[in-house]
């Protein structure tokens, strides 16, 4: 069975503009969370997904969203995009429990310039 | 405190056994995961125990679970330089969902 998958694996963006980060879960999978992991303040939880409908929310500030469709699939956006939005983005999926055993993708790597 | 700590760093020889500890925060977390991290990849899930268990023991890993302490712990029998990485452990706190609250990461690394 495949893993979680993340495109592009690798971002570069200036400040600014506006980036979106795909994530396509492991198949039978209907949750979908997004995490932040920055070396000054290691993994944070941004925002997770569930039929569509965003279950569980982060303390973020509202240039992140994201969106999940019908399949399952789930995207992220940020807006205005600051220096400090760099980082290794996340994606976990699992099954449908709450909680669930969460299994990872490699991450997107984000670089604001 | 708000924070599942963990120390920053171990060292141990290839063959050795290792111990990563960690100090959660909720002593009414259902879920507590250990995921390994290497450099430039994603988190792998390495194994995870249920609050109503003190331990659970998955081929080289050992889990051992103090709920009055809220401490965890992971073993690694005969630790390979494979296994260098940085482990994290992570609790989901009541009422949370699937939000998980991570450790700071222990790097641990193997010499020969």
């Known amino acids: 069975k495949a893993g979680v998958t993340q495109t592009p694996r690798y971002l570069i963006k200036t400040r600014g503009q506006q980036v979106t980060l795909s994530c396509s879960p492991i198949?039978?999978?209907?949750?979908v969370s997004w995490y932040q992991q920055t070396p000054g303040q290691g993994l944070q939880f941004l925002f997770e997904?569930?039929?569509?409908?965003?279950?569980n929310k982060g303390n973020f500030p509202g240039r992140f969203s994201g969106r999940q469709f019908s399949n399952s699939r789930s995207e992220m956006n940020v807006s205005t995009l600051e220096l400090g939005d760099s980082a290794l983005y996340l994606c976990?999926?699992?099954?449908?429990?709450?909680?669930?055993?969460?299994?990872f993708g490699p991450g997107t790597r984000l670089t604001v310039l | 405190g708000e924070d599942v700590e963990q120390s920053l760093f171990l060292s141990v020889r290839e063959g050795d056994s290792s111990v990563i500890n960690c100090t959660y925060t909720?002593?009414?977390?259902?879920?507590l995961y250990w995921y390994k991290q290497e450099p430039g990849a994603g988190l792998q899930l390495l194994t995870y125990?249920?609050?109503?268990?003190d331990m659970k023991q998955d081929q080289r890993l050992t889990v051992l679970l103090n709920k009055k302490d809220k401490h965890l712990s992971l073993r690694i029998a005969d630790t390979q330089t494979g296994d260098s990485a940085i482990y994290f452990c992570?609790?989901?706190?009541?009422?949370?969902?699937?939000?998980?609250?991570f450790g700071t990461g222990t790097q641990l690394k193997v010499e020969l």
């Open positions: 125990i249920f609050s109503n268990m």
């Open positions: 909720d002593s009414s977390s259902t879920y």
């Open positions: 976990a999926s699992s099954k449908s429990g709450y909680p669930d055993t969460q299994y």
């Open positions: 992570a609790e989901v706190p009541t009422g949370g969902g699937n939000k998980l609250t």
């Open positions: 198949s039978g999978h209907r949750s």
């Open positions: 997904y569930f039929s569509e409908t965003q279950r």
